[in-house]
Nanobody, 124 residues
Framework: QVQLVESGGGLVQAGGSLRLSCTAS????????MGWFRQAPGKEREFVAAIIWAGRRTYYADSVKGRFTISRDTAKNTVYLQMNSLKPEDTAVYYC?????????????????WGQGTQVTVSS
Protein backbone atom coordinates (compact mmCIF):
# COMPACT_ATOMS: atom_id res chain seq x y z
CA GLN A 1 0.00 0.00 0.00
CA VAL A 2 1.20 3.50 -0.85
CA GLN A 3 0.81 6.38 1.55
CA LEU A 4 0.78 9.93 0.21
CA VAL A 5 1.09 13.07 2.29
CA GLU A 6 0.58 16.51 0.74
CA SER A 7 1.78 19.78 2.20
CA GLY A 8 2.38 23.37 1.19
CA GLY A 9 -1.12 24.70 0.79
CA GLY A 10 -2.24 28.01 2.20
CA LEU A 11 -3.68 31.43 1.54
CA VAL A 12 -2.06 33.61 -1.11
CA GLN A 13 -3.02 36.73 -3.03
CA ALA A 14 -3.73 36.61 -6.73
CA GLY A 15 -0.49 36.66 -8.69
CA GLY A 16 1.39 34.92 -5.90
CA SER A 17 3.06 31.52 -5.76
CA LEU A 18 2.90 28.34 -3.73
CA ARG A 19 4.76 25.04 -3.92
CA LEU A 20 2.93 21.88 -2.99
CA SER A 21 4.75 18.72 -1.99
CA CYS A 22 3.58 15.13 -2.01
CA THR A 23 5.76 12.59 -0.24
CA ALA A 24 5.13 8.92 -0.93
CA SER A 25 6.02 5.89 1.13
CA UNK A 26 5.23 2.21 1.32
CA UNK A 27 6.29 0.95 -2.10
CA UNK A 28 8.69 1.70 -4.92
CA UNK A 29 7.52 4.07 -7.64
CA UNK A 30 9.79 3.45 -10.58
CA UNK A 31 6.91 2.35 -12.80
CA UNK A 32 4.34 4.84 -11.57
CA UNK A 33 2.82 8.03 -12.81
CA MET A 34 1.93 10.64 -10.22
CA GLY A 35 -0.72 13.24 -10.66
CA TRP A 36 -2.08 16.35 -9.05
CA PHE A 37 -5.81 16.96 -9.03
CA ARG A 38 -7.96 19.63 -7.45
CA GLN A 39 -11.52 19.93 -6.30
CA ALA A 40 -13.37 23.17 -5.62
CA PRO A 41 -16.60 23.26 -3.58
CA GLY A 42 -19.52 21.97 -5.61
CA LYS A 43 -17.32 20.89 -8.50
CA GLU A 44 -15.90 17.61 -9.70
CA ARG A 45 -12.32 16.65 -9.09
CA GLU A 46 -10.22 17.78 -12.05
CA PHE A 47 -6.82 16.95 -13.45
CA VAL A 48 -4.06 19.50 -12.95
CA ALA A 49 -0.75 17.86 -13.86
CA ALA A 50 1.01 14.51 -14.01
CA ILE A 51 4.53 13.15 -14.31
CA ILE A 52 5.90 9.80 -15.34
CA TRP A 53 8.11 8.82 -12.43
CA ALA A 54 10.78 7.07 -14.50
CA GLY A 55 10.99 9.30 -17.54
CA ARG A 56 10.04 12.69 -16.13
CA ARG A 57 7.58 13.34 -18.96
CA THR A 58 4.99 15.84 -17.81
CA TYR A 59 1.39 16.68 -18.67
CA TYR A 60 -0.74 19.68 -17.78
CA ALA A 61 -4.31 20.84 -17.92
CA ASP A 62 -4.76 23.73 -20.32
CA SER A 63 -5.91 25.94 -17.46
CA VAL A 64 -2.53 25.73 -15.71
CA LYS A 65 -0.08 25.42 -18.61
CA GLY A 66 2.66 28.01 -18.37
CA ARG A 67 1.86 28.74 -14.71
CA PHE A 68 2.30 25.41 -12.91
CA THR A 69 5.26 23.05 -13.01
CA ILE A 70 5.30 19.47 -11.80
CA SER A 71 8.58 17.82 -10.86
CA ARG A 72 9.88 14.97 -8.74
CA ASP A 73 12.81 14.15 -6.50
CA THR A 74 13.42 10.42 -6.66
CA ALA A 75 15.76 10.42 -3.66
CA LYS A 76 13.01 11.91 -1.51
CA ASN A 77 10.09 10.07 -3.14
CA THR A 78 8.48 13.46 -3.47
CA VAL A 79 6.52 15.17 -6.21
CA TYR A 80 6.19 18.94 -6.31
CA LEU A 81 3.71 21.30 -7.87
CA GLN A 82 5.11 24.80 -8.28
CA MET A 83 2.21 27.17 -8.81
CA ASN A 84 2.92 30.68 -10.08
CA SER A 85 0.65 33.53 -11.16
CA LEU A 86 -2.13 32.10 -9.06
CA LYS A 87 -5.71 33.12 -9.77
CA PRO A 88 -8.81 33.04 -7.56
CA GLU A 89 -10.16 30.24 -9.75
CA ASP A 90 -7.22 28.07 -8.65
CA THR A 91 -8.79 27.91 -5.18
CA ALA A 92 -9.45 24.27 -4.33
CA VAL A 93 -8.30 21.31 -2.30
CA TYR A 94 -5.31 19.84 -4.11
CA TYR A 95 -4.68 16.10 -4.06
CA CYS A 96 -1.79 13.98 -5.27
CA UNK A 97 -2.32 10.44 -6.50
CA UNK A 98 -0.42 7.50 -7.95
CA UNK A 99 -1.22 5.53 -11.08
CA UNK A 100 0.51 2.20 -10.90
CA UNK A 101 0.84 1.33 -14.58
CA UNK A 102 2.77 4.46 -15.49
CA UNK A 103 0.07 6.11 -17.61
CA UNK A 104 -0.33 9.79 -16.87
CA UNK A 105 -4.06 9.72 -17.41
CA UNK A 106 -6.27 12.71 -16.68
CA UNK A 107 -9.08 10.60 -15.20
CA UNK A 108 -9.27 10.47 -11.39
CA UNK A 109 -10.83 6.99 -11.37
CA UNK A 110 -7.70 5.53 -12.96
CA UNK A 111 -5.51 6.54 -10.03
CA UNK A 112 -4.97 4.02 -7.27
CA UNK A 113 -3.84 5.87 -4.16
CA TRP A 114 -4.71 9.36 -2.93
CA GLY A 115 -3.42 11.74 -0.33
CA GLN A 116 -5.62 13.60 2.13
CA GLY A 117 -5.46 16.89 0.23
CA THR A 118 -4.17 20.36 1.01
CA GLN A 119 -6.20 23.55 0.76
CA VAL A 120 -5.11 26.32 -1.59
CA THR A 121 -6.98 29.61 -1.34
CA VAL A 122 -6.23 32.50 -3.70
CA SER A 123 -7.70 35.85 -2.75
CA SER A 124 -8.46 38.55 -5.28
Amino acid sequence: QVQLVESGGGLVQAGGSLRLSCTASGRTFSSYAMGWFRQAPGKEREFVAAIIWAGRRTYYADSVKGRFTISRDTAKNTVYLQMNSLKPEDTAVYYCATEETGRATTQPYEYDNWGQGTQVTVSS
